[in-house]
């Protein structure tokens, strides 16, 4: 990188009062905020305000005028008041790698170009042995190992217990985010334990917090067109909800685009919204379009970036107790996902030193971002670059300075 950007890091720690990084009362923040005219003017938006700022919510008829409100510089406006209100012009990310496991996998759900069967010449499992020594050429640069992978025929339990504790002796600072909804009940069924029994072996053995993937769209019937002998809608929040009673946090995601409709994406944040009263174990909703390459799903409606920015958008609207909206650049690209901090979002995707699954459907973002990168991305939006731990309670703010350094010391 050339050497216009440079920065430092304020090394003083942010350990905030407030839970997550945000303002705690954030709906008295957002009663104070000057209301800008493209809100004020357009009486669907400002009945979405008022309602939030009389502790109301979102319904799902009020969602579905939003979704097809033609104004959408007023939606994002709505949208970014709400993420100032609770975060102020901080946009989170971290240091983190990608690390699939396998590309094997018992199903075939027909948006996915990642898997492959075991006897294809691309197949691959990693051993324990190289999945350490992916991580290690990293690991003074990441504090989190994000890892997911196909439905492997044979591993059970074992398998990712001995994964995990090897992970935690190695790289005792690096945070283990890893396996979908679906994965916990494969790993579950062929291990013969029930789910909460799994997920307390997995916590011991070093399992930190669980990402999001495998949601889609929580309608069975539109699940039984793109992914069927997938976890059903109920299971997938139920994986969560045990997740949570164990103290697991865990993300959420939806994949939209297919061949769902708007109620149904609607119905699949209610949803959200609901397991997340119950339970606040939800850290971060992650929204991401389906990318068609090598995948088995011509009917698909793809989604237009302003489609997705829409959707990001009424994300942050709907679901007003989940902290953190997240702008996934694997998938939606640096420059859709630079717009979407503006339009609702408030934490960006990390360094992510390797990413296969959106990059085998056609994902071409950038996959070397350094923090310089990152900074300058975020800078951009005119916004303070704040990086993050996983569990979203130590923070550093990110000063623009006269040096360069394309990465940091691990947050500890
Ligand atoms: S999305 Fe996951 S479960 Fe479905 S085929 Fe791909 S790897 Fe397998």
Not at 146 to 154: K, N
Not at 158 to 180: C, G, M, N
């Amino acid at each position: 990188m050339g050497d216009i950007f440079d920065y430092s890091v304020s090394r003083a720690m942010l350990e905030t009062a407030a839970p997550l990084g945000g303002h705690i009362d954030w709906k008295s923040v957002l009663r104070l905020m000057p209301i800008p005219n493209a809100v004020s003017s357009n009486p669907i938006l400002l009945s979405a305000l008022n309602s939030l700022i009389d502790n109301g919510r979102i319904d799902g008829q009020l969602a579905l005028k939003i979704y097809n409100e033609p104004d959408i510089n007023a939606i994002f406006s709505l949208a970014n008041m709400v993420k100032v209100s609770r975060f102020d012009n901080q946009i989170f990310f971290n240091q983190n790698l990608h690390v699939n496991t396998t590309n094997i996998c018992v199903l075939a759900c027909r948006f996915c170009a990642f898997r492959k069967g075991p006897r294809h010449s691309e197949a691959y499992e990693l051993s324990v042995e190289e999945y350490l020594h992916r991580i290690m050429p990293l690991s003074d640069r990441i504090d989190e190992v994000h890892s997911v992978g196909g439905l492997h025929p044979s591993w059970t339990i074992e398998h990712y217990q001995k994964l995990y504790s090897s992970a935690k002796i190695e790289f005792p600072h690096i945070h283990i985010k890893s396996l979908t909804a679906v994965e916990i009940k494969h790993l579950a069924k062929r291990s013969n334990l029930s789910i909460s029994k799994t997920l307390k072996k997995l916590q011991s053995a070093g399992l930190d917090s669980i990402p999001g993937g495998g949601a889609e769209i929580l309608v069975d019937n539109i699940r039984d067109r793109i992914c069927r002998g997938k976890e059903s809608s109920d299971e997938y929040l139920e994986i969560h909800r045990q997740a949570h009673k164990l103290g697991i946090p865990t993300n959420c995601t939806m994949l939209f685009g297919t061949v769902e409709s708007i109620e149904d994406r609607i119905t699949h944040l209610e949803l959200l919204r609901e397991l997340q009263d119950e339970t606040n174990g939800f850290q971060c909703f992650v929204p991401y379009p389906f990318l068609p390459d090598y995948t088995r799903l011509p009917e698909a409606q793809l989604a237009t970036s302003n489609e997705i920015l829409r959707t990001i958008a009424i994300s942050r609207l709907m679901l007003d107790n989940i902290p953190h909206i997240k702008a996934y650049r694997m998938n939606i690209g640096d420059f859709v996902a630079q717009m979407a901090l503006v339009a609702g979002a408030d934490d960006i995707d990390g360094t992510v030193g390797h990413e296969e699954i959106m990059h085998s459907a056609g994902s071409t973002t950038p996959l070397d971002s350094d923090v310089h990168d990152l900074v300058k991305l975020i800078q951009d939006t005119n916004q303070l670059p704040v990086r993050r731990n996983s569990i979203y309670n130590k923070f550093e703010i990110i000063i623009p300075k006269k040096h360069e350094y394309n990465s940091l010391p691990v947050l500890t």
